[in-house]
C-alpha cells in the first residue's frame, strides 16, 4: 500500500508540482489550502507524512503542527515545514515546536524526495521496533 | 546742640511768637474801643504772629520729619540695590552734615564691596575656568545632556537637548525646555522611574571595579522624536541617589529607515522565495521526468511564467508600498540574564503581588532586548495569568537555546484549551506615552525574535516562550575619537544650569508661604493697539523667567500676534509693530494656550500686569485659557516700597532702584526690565519684613494703586 502524503499549502503553483513529484514518486496525495482544512485531512485522510507551509490564511501552519502535536498518538506522524519563512528563530520555533524537518523555499526537489522517504523508513522502523518490543514483551 | 534742644528751642520761638502776637493783638483789640486805628494795628499783630508760627513749624517738619525720612530712604538704597546713589546735602547744617557723612560711609561701603568683589572674582576664576571648559563642551556635544534633580526638574541642558525635546511652534500643547520645568513633560515618567529602579539595583550589586552605572532605553519624546536616552545617576558622598543624568540621541531617523529595509528585505526575501521555490520544483519536476505528456509540460511551463511574472509584480509593489512605511520602532540594549530576572522578579512582585520563582538561569548569557517594552510585555503577560486566571505564581527562566535566549514564564497548569492562549499573544495592550498599541507577539517580532505558548510534556504546566536575540559577546562600547579641546568661545558659551534647584522642594508646595527669593517667576508684558480691553487687540506678548534669582535671557517667549483688525499709528508709534509685520503671524486664540504652557508652575510677574490680565481674559473664551497663576505686579510693589514718591512708572522705578533702561517698548523689553526691577526690590522687601509670596501679595493689595480697576 503506498504511503500517503498531506500537502498543505495555499499557493496552487507549488502545490502543482508538489502534487506531481510525490504522485510521481509513488504516493498517494491530498492537498489542503488552508490550516482548518490540514486539520479535517489529517482526521479523514490518515496521512503518513505532511508537508507543512506556514504562511497559511486562518491558522498558520505553526498552530497546525501545535495541533498535531498536542493530540496523542500523532506524536509519530512525521512533519515537514516547507515554508518561505527562512529566519533563523522561525527554524527553530518549528524544531522546538515538534516539525520533524524545516525546509525552506525554494528547495532542491531531489532533497525534498529524499527527506520524504526518509521520514517515512524513520518511522515505519520505529513502528517495528514498537511491534517487536510489544512482541517480546 | 541736640535734636531736643533744637526742637524745644523751635518750639519755644513758636510759641512766643503766638503768644506775643496773640497778647499784643487782645491788648490792641481793649485799646481799639477807644481808637479804632488801634483795632487793625491789633489784627494785623495776629496775623503776623500765626506766619511766623506757621513757617516756623513747617521748616521744623521738613527739617526734621521730610529731610530725615529722606536720609533713611537714601541710606536704605545705598545699602541694598544701588550702592552708587549719594544724598544732595540740602536742609539745615546739620541735616547737611549728615548727608555729608551718608555719602562718606557710602564711599566707604562702596571701596569695601569692590574690594570684597575683587577677591571673590579672583578666587573663583579658577572655578569659571573648569565651568566654561565645560561649558563648552556641552554646547559642541551633538548628544542632548539634561541635569535632574530626583523630583524630575532640569538643572542643566545644553542646546542640543533643547533642539531635540523641544516641540515646534505652532503646536500649542507641546511641553517646553527650560530650567526647574519638569522632565515628565518630555519624556515618559515610566521609562525613568523603570531606568532608576534599574541604576538603583545597579548601585547595589555594584563591584569596586565597576565605573559607569547607566542604563538605556529608547523613548519617543512627547515631540514625536525618537530618542535612545542614557541615564546615569548623580550620587551623594554617601551613595544615596541625588539625581541623574540623561544624554538624548536621535535615533529616529536611522532607525526607522534601516528598519524600513529590514523589513522591505524580509518581506522581500519571503515571497521571493516561494515564487522561486515554485519555479524550481516546476523546471526539476521537468527536468526529471522528460517523458511526462505535452499538457504536463505545458502546465509547468505556464507556473514559471506565471510566477516570473508574480516576482516582477512583488518587486514594483514592495518599492511603492514601504516606501511610506513609518510603524514606531524599537533600539535594542545589551542586559544580563540575571538583571532581567531581577527587573521582572521585582515589578512582578511590587505591582502585582506574584510570586516569582527563578527557574533556570544562564548567568553568562546576555540579551538583545528593549528593556522597557519587554518589561511592559511580560508584565502584561503576568497582570492577565493573575487577574483573568487567578494564577498566583510563576516560574521564570532564561536560558539559552540554539542561538537564542528564551525566556519562559511558566505556571502550573492542565488541560487549557490552546486557541484561549493563541489569541493571547495577539491581545493588545498598552506600551508608551503615543498610546502606541503592540501584542506581545508585535514585541518579539520587533526584537527579531518569536512567542508562543506550549504545555509540558508532563501536561502538568504550560508555559509562554519567548525567543529573544542573544547579545554577541560583549565587547567593551569603542571610546568616542579623541578630540582635540578648544577653548572656551563666547558664541558656544550659554549653557543654562542651576544646581540650586538640587535643594529646592517639591514642584508643587504650598506657594504662599515660600521665600519670594526661592520661587520661580514668569515675567511678562503684552503691546496692544491700545489701552481699552474688550475694543483693544494684542499684537505681541513677551516673557522669560526668573529661577533662583536669575533672570534666564535664553528662555524666552516672544511671539507676535495678529490682532485682525488695524494697528492705529499712535499705539505704532510707541511699540513700533505695524499691521505688515502681523499680518501672518498667530492669532490670539493659538498664542495663549502656548504662552500658558511656558508660564505653567510659575508665579506670574509684570509691570502693570492687571491691564495685560485683563485682555487675557477678554480672550478666554475664545481661546479657552485661563490664568490662575499667583502674580505680583512692580507697580504697586513699587508702591509698597516707596509710598512718598508719587511716579512709578516703570522708568522711574529704574532709574530710583538703578537699573538701565534698554529696549523699551517691545514686550520682551518691557518683560527683561519688570523682571530686574523685581528681582532688585525683593532685598528691600525683606527689609521691610516681607519675605514670601503671601506677604507681598497682601502688602500690594493694600496700596492705593491696587484699587485701579480696568
New interface residues.
Partial sequence: MPAKVLIVDDEANIVISLEFLMQQAGYEVAVARNGEEALEQIASFHPDLILLDVMLPGLNGFDVLQRVRQHAGAHELPVIMLTAKGREVEVTKGMALGANAYITKPFSTRNLLDEVRRQLDACRQARIDEQHETFTD | MKRSQISKLVGVVALTALATGLGAGWLLAQAAQQNGALLWLGVALILAALIIAAVTGQRFVRAFVWDVRRLIDAGRLMLTVHPKHRVQPIGLPDIQEMAALLNQFAERLEQVQKERAEIVRQARSDVEQERAMLATLLAELTEGVLVCNLDGQILLYNRSARRLLDGSPSDAAQPFVGLGRSVFGLIDRNAIVHALEQVHYLLQRRKPDEQAMMTSFVIAAANGRLLRTRLAPLTEGDGSLRGYILTLQDVGEGIERSLRRDALL?TL??????S???????I??ME??PNMTAA?RQ??QQ?IL??AQQLSEQIDEMMRGHASDLRAQWMLEEIAAPDLLWAVQRRLADRLGVEVTPGAMDDALHLKIDNYTLMQGLFHLAHTLSQDFGVRSLTLSVQG????AAIDIEWPCRGVA?ERW?RWKERAFVVDDRDGVVTLREVAERH???V?F??RPSGESAYF?L?L?RAVDATPVASAPAKSFMAPSVESRPEYYDFDLFHQPGQHPELDRRPLRSLTYTVLDAETTGLTPGLDEIVSIGALRIVNGRLLRQEVFEQLVDPRRPIPAAATAIHGITDEMVKGQPTIEVVLPRLLKFVEDTVLVGHNLAFDLRMFKEKEAESGVCFVNPVLDTLLLSAVLHPEEERHGLEDIARRLGVQVLGRHTALGDAILAGEIFLRMIPLLEERGIYTLQQARVAAEQTYFARLEY
Avoid at chain 2, 522561486?276 to 516546476?282: C, E, F, K, S
Wanted: charged residues 30%.
Fill in positions: 524580509q526575501t519571503e515571497r521571493q522565495r516561494a522561486l521555490g515554485a519555479i524550481r520544483a516546476a526539476e519536476a526529471s521526468y504536463q502546465r509547468f507556473v506565471d510566477e537555546v540554539e542561538s537564542f490552546m493563541q527579531g525574535g518569536e508562543w506550549q504545555m516562550r525567543l536575540p
